[in-house]
């Protein structure tokens, strides 16, 4: 089960179903349990990429000041829409159903790179 940020609380389940929970794993208690841990230090406009099913995080701001992010999700021509029993964040699928493909359009704008 997916955790929020700034709780720390699990995402609200709006359909439980626990055949569908077993898929994820939680994390463990000790973070080194998980296995080798690599971290980057980082300044601002530096940019970090990774696969969405990676466990990332970072320790708490101790700046005083306010920490600013863009998140932004890439995904292949050949994703679908997935149904959660969560409440996914962000919480935007358009119009799509499960099963859809992700449409090129306005809201996910195809990217040629």
């Known amino acids: 089960m997916p955790y929020k940020f700034a709780t720390e609380l699990p995402y609200q389940v709006s359909e439980p179903n626990q055949d569908s929970l077993l898929t994820f794993t939680s994390i463990p208690e000790k973070i080194e349990d998980l296995g080798e841990i690599v971290g980057w230090e ?24 306010q920490r600013r992010v ?29 099963g859809d493909k992700f449409q090129q359009d306005d809201l996910f704008p195809f990217i040629d790179c």
Do not use: Q
Request: glycine share 14%; charged share 15%; hydrophobic share 35%.
């Open 42 to 65: 980082v300044t601002p406009g530096d940019c970090v990429v990774f696969a969405g099913k990676t466990v990332h995080g970072a320790p708490g701001n101790l700046s005083g000041r």
């Open 70 to 98: 863009l998140s932004t999700r890439w995904l292949g021509d050949d994703v679908v829409c997935a149904k959660r029993p969560w409440i996914c964040s962000p919480p935007v699928t358009g119009n799509l159903k499960p």
